[in-house]
Structure formats: structure tokens, C-alpha cells
């Protein structure tokens, strides 16, 4: 069974202070890892897709990178309107299916 | 591009009285939708995969009778909750899939439903 693991569960920035949320999963022929941001109250916004070990990608003050057992979400210099829940979900390979992780809530304090 | 609506938002209704949710793709056409549960504090649960034109799949433990899913086009997709009860009360959220894509999910912005 595809499983994601997302640390830490909570995490409280000062304003600029740069740091990384973690995504570790386990799946069977990974077809995509997918990075959302979710605010109270709303439905997951799309940050990234990505598909192999090695691959990034960056928005803005977000970047995305995978391994073959985890993806970090690095945050550079954050600001407020950055706090959210971050959530991490993967597709195996042939399914339409995706799991999702239980999400990293980020607090970024002025 | 990739917007996904929801209506209605937010629904109060009394125990026993059924619930229709609608998820519409606004500027792309959909061959499969999503339909998700989220628990305060928990992540989305997987309810079910409508597929347009055909039947949609159901997670195990959700009861397809009681959640009646309609794909019947490319950008509309609803969810009837009949004969809602308390414990039924979640915020329900709809994704899409771009038609000839196979992985990005787009997310509506989510129905919270009380039952009283």
C-alpha cells in the first residue's frame, strides 16, 4: 500500500527565515510526486508535479526537489501570506488513484 | 487555466434530507473526477474516481447508495448525499484531471456540509 509520511506536522518561521518541509513516501513505480497548498476553509491549490529522482522545480519562494524515497519542499526568505497547510501526495504507476499525506502546517510570523 | 467551481459552498440541511453538490471544470473538460472527505485537522480521504459516461468507483468503506456520484459530462460531476445524518457532516472537496492527463489533480474549492 502507497504510504506518505510529512514532517514536521506543524512549523513556526519568522519572517525570512528559511527553512524545508519533508515528504517521505512509499509507492510501487512512482508515476508523479504533487506538492498543494491548502488554506483554511479551501480546497488544495496545484504547486508542482514531479516525476523522477533528481528533478526541481521552483515558484517564487517555493522549490520542489525528490529523491527516491522523499521530496522537500524548500521555503527561501517566507512571508506571511506563505502560512498554509502543505500537502504531499503521490500516483503509483497505472492508477488513477493518489494518497495523500496528512500535511505540514506552516506558521510564518512577521 | 484549470479552474474547478463547486456549488453550493456551504449547506445546512435537516437529518434525513438528501444533498446534491456540484463540481464543475470551467475551462477544460474533465474525463475523470475526484470526490474527497476532509476531516478538521486530517488530510483528504478518497471517497471516489467518476470516470464521464461510466460509473464511478467507490473507495472501500464508502457506501455508494448513500453517496450517489453522476459524471455526465466532461465538466460536471455531482455528489447526492441521501438521507444526510450528523455524523455525515465534512468538508467535501472535488478534484479534476485534465482530459488526456494522467496526473495533475485540480481541487474545487471545497462544500462544507452540517446535517442537524
Known amino acids: 500500500e502507497d504510504q506518505v509520511t510529512q514532517s514536521p506536522e506543524a512549523l513556526r518561521l519568522q519572517e525570512g527565515e528559511s527553512s524545508s518541509l519533508n515528504c517521505s513516501y512509499t509507492v510501487s513505480g512512482l508515476r508523479g510526486l504533487f506538492w498543494y497548498r491548502q488554506d483554511p476553509g479551501k480546497g488544495p491549490e496545484f504547486l508542482f508535479t514531479?516525476?523522477?529522482a533528481g528533478e526541481e522545480k521552483e515558484k517564487e519562494r517555493l522549490k520542489a526537489t525528490l529523491t527516491k524515497k522523499e521530496s522537500f519542499l524548500h521555503i527561501t526568505a517566507p512571508k506571511p501570506e506563505d502560512s498554509a497547510t502543505y500537502l504531499c501526495a503521490v500516483q503509483r504507476g497505472g492508477y488513477q488513484k493518489v494518497t495523500f499525506g496528512t500535511g505540514t502546517k506552516l506558521q510564518v510570523i512577521p | 487555466g484549470a479552474v474547478v467551481s463547486q456549488h453550493p459552498s456551504r449547506v445546512i440541511c435537516k437529518s434525513g434530507t438528501s444533498v446534491k453538490i456540484e463540481c464543475r471544470s470551467l475551462d477544460f473538460q474533465a474525463t475523470t473526477m475526484f470526490w474527497y472527505r476532509q476531516f478538521p485537522k486530517q488530510s483528504l480521504m478518497l471517497m471516489a474516481t467518476?470516470?464521464?459516461?461510466?460509473?464511478?468507483?467507490?473507495e472501500q468503506g464508502v457506501e455508494k447508495d448513500k453517496f450517489l456520484i453522476n459524471h455526465a459530462s466532461l465538466t460536471l460531476s455531482t455528489l447526492t448525499v441521501t438521507s444526510a445524518h450528523p455524523e455525515d457532516s465534512s468538508f467535501y472537496i472535488c478534484s479534476a484531471r485534465v482530459a488526456g492527463s494522467q496526473e495533475t489533480q485540480y481541487f474545487g474549492p471545497g462544500t462544507r456540509l452540517l446535517v442537524l
Open positions: 514531479l516525476y523522477s
Open positions: 467518476s470516470n464521464e459516461g461510466s460509473k464511478a468507483t467507490y
